[in-house]
């Protein structure tokens, strides 16, 4: 299979913001991304799709300074051990940690999920019962999410489809991100409680990701495994 050349100016656009992105180390300090391009960022999240639409996830958005070195220790993805730097902590503009909904909210027939399904995506009362009854089929035949890690593992796959929609819509904007599964989670979900009232029982951090303007051009180029050998077709 050739390698896909773009046809159209938006096919190139999407090429070009995908070939922009990398996973940026280190960000410049002194530029800050601004408030209308995060805002824009933050509505890709927002817009994201989830799996029956039950929005299993949070983003805690860490701005002060202090509060980012609480993680400093152990988000060894993020902290720039790696790279002799102040990592993505010490120098994104926007630093957020995306944190997964586990079973006491997820679970069919929580109080969340009846009042999301009937309050937010304000589905009409007799559909909503059956809403309710397809989710929890779902939950219980079909995907099997039969104990609270593997809903809170189906939550935090949900938040990754936000984080890549983040990052590219960031892309498009040119500005630079990293997502970063590199901490530890224990210690994470310590910090989340002792610092930010997060019940660990209730939300456990998925994945980091930062935001800014690249400070150095990416260390390496671009590697992908050939289209032919990632893609088939039936
Ligand atoms: C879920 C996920 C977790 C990652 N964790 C880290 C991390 O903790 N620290 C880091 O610097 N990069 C992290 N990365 C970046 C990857 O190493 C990077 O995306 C990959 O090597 C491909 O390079 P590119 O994104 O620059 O094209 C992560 C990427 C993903 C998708």
Redesign the pocket.
């Known amino acids: 299979m050739k390698d896909f050349t773009a046809q159209s100016d938006v096919q190139a656009q999407i090429l070009e913001a995908f070939n922009f992105?990398?996973?940026?180390?280190v960000f410049d300090p002194e530029r800050k991304v601004s408030e209308s391009d995060f805002n824009t960022i933050l509505e890709a999240a927002r817009l994201s799709p989830t799996s029956f639409g039950m929005e299993p996830w949070q983003l805690l958005v860490i701005q002060t300074p202090e509060k980012r070195e609480l993680f400093r220790e152990f988000?060894?993805?993020?902290n720039g051990a790696?790279n002799g730097s102040a990592?993505?902590l010490g120098t994104a503009s926007h630093f957020a940690i995306f944190l997964a909904h586990t079973g006491k909210t997820m679970k069919a027939g929580s109080a969340y999920t009846k009042n999301h399904i009937r309050q937010v995506k304000q589905i009409p009362e007799d559909v909503a019962v059956a809403y309710e009854g397809a989710y929890a089929q779902f939950q219980e035949r079909d995907f099997k999410l039969d104990s609270d890690a593997k809903i809170t593992e189906w939550a935090s796959r949900q938040a990754?489809i936000a984080?890549g929609n983040m990052m590219t819509a960031a892309a498009l904007l040119g500005v630079d991100s990293?997502?970063?599964?590199?901490?530890e989670s224990d210690k994470t979900s310590a910090v989340l409680e002792q610092h930010f009232g997060i019940d660990p029982t209730a939300l456990k951090p998925a994945?980091?990701v930062a935001f800014g303007y690249r400070a150095n051009p990416?260390a390496?180029p671009?590697?992908?495994r050939a289209a032919d050998q990632v893609i088939s077709w039936a």
Do not use: D, I, N, S
Request: glycine letters at 12%; proline letters at 7%; charged letters at 20%.
């Open positions: 992105r990398h996973a940026t180390k988000a060894w993805g993020a790696l990592g993505q990754y984080l990293c997502p970063m599964e590199g901490f994945v980091m990416p390496h671009k590697t992908r």
